[in-house]
């Protein structure tokens, strides 16, 4: 008979009372949770007297479990719920049937519910609840209890049951699984579960630097490798160009490591005959530098090498030579003797840019979208929305796939890659990486960057020898650069140390040995001891260029020397 009660009990419908919007309910935006997407979710409040209510369907779990009512998270555009109880038999919300075609993300909607009759006092007669956390590993383990799958974050499970004893299974791939049963009483129950692990452990390492290793046929690593392996034979194999592979044969067993070192790798080698003119050009190859022309070079790993040849006024050349183990490779050509001038064009016709001569030949056609005046050797020149550099004979020595670059300076050239600034030598080589917010060209062997809205100096090999700590600065000129803290300017050496005060309304960076300098709305001139050799006096002023400045005084605009006296 008691057995019949609780049934027919537990077998009756609860009643849904309402389901509608709350929109002066701000629990949604206040208390926000995202999807898997990163949008905001809609918040479902749940009105149920009942502890052991599971919700079902776009749940963003966990559901949270409050006095007298459940908030239950869903994704923008949900429009099934199902709700299950012991108390009562399961519940499908279709929100289209109350007037609401799909949840709004950061909207909160109620769930009214009504228990059957004698749900209530059955709820009162086995409401003894605990909790049960679980922690596992390894922490992506898949756990379930009394066979329901219960939600693992990093590696631990929390639910609510009822006082009892219940069973519980732990698995993970690459792991021997585990059963048990826990009991959930007055207190707490914790319960940890480390599974073993089913795999073995492969070490491997090399004896020649720069070996890349391979396993049955993947690549894993260079130089030395170690991971988990399931237990099985697997084939061992260390490849670097120009050498003869290394290959061993390794059992991997349960539980245990199995250790191999490959061999040092016997190298392939052929020559190269390079004959090119002039006589006496250099030879670099793979960025080594490998005597003059003509020559016979022995013992070149097989493959490919980069061969440069170059020569006091010629063009440069960088060819490719492929060296056998079979044949003697041969170079042979001659360099180009370089345009001495080059000055841009722009062609009104087509609207691009090129190069003539001093003597108005066109040397580089007009072909550029937009081009900029030989430095270092080397033009910037852009295309297709991208920059890249020619040399003098129109060869695109630093291919055009920078978002934006400036000419070379001290040997090296500014780029942006991806929004960030980094700086590539006349090589191609990233030698200071993209990871400025903004930089400014090399001036006096260092380069102005800026990190979070804060300013400071780099030398040539990426080192930042100022900290990142000034509102603004300026590049270093005649030996000092201008910087602003909170409002005021300054002057440091290139060690950072502070030569004159922070303590200008504004300033300008030296030039002809004096600088320009502010003073409660008036102008003047320091030298580089921040001793004010021309007072602070005029309405507006100039910096110096040539020995003299303009300045403005009453009214008046005339120049001045070093002295400060008026000259022509």
Not at 178 to 202: F, Y
Not at 500 to 510: I, L, N, R
Not at 529 to 536: C, N, S
Request: charged share 25%.
């Amino acid at each position: 008979m008691l057995l019949m009660a609780v049934t027919a009990a537990f077998g009756q419908e609860a009643k849904v009372k309402r389901v509608e919007p709350s929109p002066m309910d701000l629990s949604a935006s206040k208390y926000q949770r995202l999807d898997l997407n990163g949008k905001a979710c809609a918040l479902v409040r749940v009105e149920v007297l009942a502890d052991d209510v599971e919700f079902f369907g776009d749940v963003v779990n966990p559901v949270e479990h409050k006095t007298g009512d459940y908030w239950v998270y869903m994704p923008g555009g949900s429009k099934m719920l199902q709700i299950k109880s012991r108390s009562f038999l399961p519940l499908f919300i279709n929100f289209d049937d109350y007037g609401i075609k799909a949840l709004q993300p950061m909207v909160t909607y109620v769930i009214t519910l009504s228990l059957p009759a004698g749900a209530m006092q059955q709820q009162s007669a086995t409401s003894g609840r605990n909790y049960l956390v679980m922690n596992v590993s390894p922490a992506n383990a898949k756990v379930t209890v009394e066979g329901v799958e219960r939600e693992v974050r990093d590696g631990k499970v929390k639910t609510l049951l009822r006082h009892g004893t219940y069973s519980y299974h732990v698995e993970a791939p690459g792991y021997l699984p585990e059963d048990g049963r826990v009991n959930v009483g007055s207190d707490r129950a914790e319960l940890t579960v480390a599974l073993r692990s089913t795999k073995g452990t492969l070490a491997v390492s090399t004896t020649t630097p720069g070996t890349e290793i391979y396993v049955n046929g993947d690549r894993m690593g260079v130089g030395s490798w170690s991971g988990e392996m399931f237990p099985d034979t697997y084939a061992i194999e260390g490849r670097l160009a120009g050498h003869r592979n290394a290959e061993q044969v390794v059992t991997v067993a349960t539980g245990q490591t199995a250790t191999v070192t490959l061999p040092a790798l016997i190298p392939i080698t052929g020559s190269l005959n390079i004959d090119y003119e002039p006589v006496g050009a250099s030879i670099t190859i793979d960025g080594t530098a490998s005597g003059t022309t003509p020559a016979v070079i022995d013992n070149l790993l097989v493959g490919t090498h980069s061969v440069t040849i170059a020569a006091d006024c010629h063009t440069p050349q960088t060819l490719t030579a492929t060296i056998s183990d079979s044949e003697m490779a041969t170079l042979t050509g001659s360099l180009t003797k370089a345009a001495t001038n080059l000055i841009r064009f722009h062609d009104q016709t087509s609207k691009k840019y090129g190069y003539k001569d001093e003597n108005g030949n066109i040397v580089i056609p007009a072909k550029y979208d937009d081009a900029l005046d030989f430095s270092d050797g080397l033009a910037l020149v852009k295309f297709k929305g991208k920059c890249g550099f020619i040399d003098k004979t129109d060869k695109l020595v630093i291919p055009a796939k920078y978002d934006s670059a400036w000419p070379f300076s001290d040997g090296l050239a500014l780029v942006e890659i991806n929004g960030k600034y980094g700086f590539i030598d006349k090589t191609d080589k990233l030698v200071i990486p993209a990871k400025y917010d903004s930089a400014w060209p090399f001036s006096e062997g260092l380069a102005l960057v800026k990190i979070k809205g804060k300013y400071g100096f780099i030398d040539k090999a990426g080192k930042q020898v100022t900290p990142v700590k000034y509102d603004d600065a300026w590049s270093f000129s005649d030996g000092l650069a201008l910087v602003k803290i909170k409002g005021k300017c300054g002057f440091i050496d290139k060690a950072g140390k502070q030569v004159t005060p922070v303590k200008y309304d504004d300033a300008w960076s030296f030039s002809d040995g004096l600088a320009l300098v502010k003073i409660k709305g008036k102008y003047g001139f320091i030298d580089k001891t921040d001793k004010l050799v021309i007072p602070a006096k005029y309405d507006d002023a100039w910096w110096f260029k040539n020995g003299k400045a303009k300045v403005t005084l009453n009214g008046r605009e005339f120049y001045i020397d070093k002295n400060g006296n008026e000259v022509k």
